[in-house]
């Protein structure tokens, strides 16, 4: 007993010595009202850099910390506005940040052993960040929200281009597409039904929800974490599997269902309000041979209706896509960078390689025939009819024929004028103090002129 209590102590005090060193090497490198930015943070930030396979480049922790002094100044006026995020739209973008960093190391394996935890963990630790991350965005959203511009502003900064300095603009495609996507048959489906509701059994049986569900689910962005969902509201998931949820009471598992994802069944772990914590465990039907020919001849017909019938693409793509995308705008792809809102009008250079191979031999107004595609990544495939609405070679910068990219470009530019004059106040009556190892930083003098003793 005494040996036993001494090890323990022993661990303990080790445990004490870790933490104490990595306060120790810890440190707050800014302060913004009540708020403080530790060298942990940007280091970490700094790491996903490297990783990314960038240089080492220690500058780079200026700009890092730079985003991270704005952020937490809208984050602290959000707070006086009572501006808020639903918790829905924090796992949604968790998930989105877990994927990505999961597609950038290779694997779930090789991000745990970077992070040296779990990804369950890093999420965790992650989730203040991400959610103070979405409030300082609406922050701004607001900010901004009654910035708009005239068409004479437009021309003015149209005309603060010099004639040589007028961007280059690609050859830009105006493409319409028709996605089709195989459909089972029931006598096709039932074996998929058949297995989860085997596993379903399983589970009303005594066996580990969790196990099963990190061993057999095939939804990638939550069978690593036994299936688990995190919480949702009404909006955030499929109609069937909203249903389900908030139909049952904690702890209760529903039958299997089917989604346009594939078949599930889940289990409610907790309900708050409007809010639900649930896990799930689900099989995607996997395409046959069969439905590929039957989806092939569908596909002619529609091209028949197209180029003989005279049926318009719009209302084909209306009546018989199953991209819900573009279903119902003309079955027109669309495209968007950081500097423009989404457009019909796509640089070829920005289309998916498969388009473009079918669109560049087409003229003007042409229809293709039928194209087999692959997404593995989405797990579709089908059958595409594509529409070459219009082409525009490639051009210097007018304002006959790129208005909207003008006007997006002085748009953008009138908001960033008024966000700077809003940071401006605020940092006049903002308590600030950034620590003096970054006092060389270019992107932090404004900072430091502006601190507040």
């Known amino acids: 007993m005494k040996k036993s209590l001494y090890i323990a102590a022993a661990f303990l005090c080790l445990f004490m010595n870790v933490q104490a060193q990595k306060q120790a090497i810890d440190k707050v490198v800014a302060v913004v009202g009540s708020n403080i930015i530790l060298l942990s943070e940007l280091n970490q930030q700094y790491g996903f850099y490297l990783n990314q396979g960038n240089p080492a480049n220690e500058r780079i922790k200026c700009v890092y910390l730079q985003q991270m002094l704005i952020q937490k100044l809208l984050k602290q006026q959000a707070e006086i506005d009572s501006i808020v995020v639903q918790e829905n739209q924090v796992d949604d973008e968790l998930d989105k940040r877990m994927r990505y960093q999961i597609q950038r190391m290779g694997g779930q394996e090789q991000l745990e052993q970077f992070l040296r935890k779990s990804v369950l963990q890093y999420k965790d630790e992650m989730r203040p960040d991400v959610k103070e991350g979405l409030i300082a965005n609406k922050m701004q959203s607001k900010i901004t929200e009654n910035v708009s511009v005239t068409p004479l502003e437009v021309k003015k900064y149209f ?13 830009e495609v105006e493409v319409g597409e028709i996605a089709l996507y195989p459909k089972l048959s029931k006598a096709e489906k039932q074996k998929y039904y058949d297995k989860l509701e085997a596993m379903r059994l399983r589970v009303k049986s005594g066996e580990d929800f969790g196990f099963l569900a990190k061993s057999y689910s095939e939804d990638p962005g939550s069978a690593s974490e036994g299936g688990d969902l995190g919480f949702f509201d009404r909006t955030a998931m499929f109609k069937e599997f909203t249903q389900w949820a908030f139909k049952l009471k ?14 599930h069944f889940l289990q409610v772990i907790e309900r708050r309000g409007e809010q639900v914590h649930a896990r799930h465990i689900l099989v995607r039907p996997q395409t046959t041979p069969e439905s590929l020919s039957r989806l092939k001849l569908k596909a002619d017909s529609i091209y028949n209706d197209i180029t003989v019938k005279k049926m318009p693409f719009a209302f084909a793509a209306s009546t018989y896509s199953d991209n819900k995308e573009t279903q119902y705008n003309g079955g027109m792809m669309l495209y968007a960078d950081n500097v423009t809102a989404r457009t019909t009008f796509i640089p070829v250079e920005k289309l998916d390689p498969s388009v473009f191979v079918v669109i560049d031999t087409m ?3 042409g229809i293709s025939k039928p194209v087999a595609f692959s997404t593995p990544e989405q797990a579709k495939e089908g059958y595409k009819i594509f529409f070459l609405k219009s082409k525009i070679p490639p051009h210097k910068g007018n304002l006959a024929q790129d208005y909207p990219k003008f006007k997006e470009r002085a748009q953008k530019e009138k908001e960033d004028r008024v966000v700077s004059e809003w940071f401006e106040k605020r940092k006049e009556t903002t308590y600030i103090k950034v620590d003096e190892e970054f006092a060389t930083c270019n992107e932090l003098k404004l900072w430091f002129k502006n601190e507040k003793k």
Do not use: N
């Not at 904690?250 to 078949?263: N, R």
């Open 363 to 365: 003229k003007i107004g």
């Open 159 to 171: 005309e603060t281009y010099q004639k040589d300095s007028l961007p280059d603009i690609s050859t």
């Open 250 to 263: 904690t702890g209760e598992i529903s039958p299997v269902f089917e989604t346009d994802a594939g078949y």
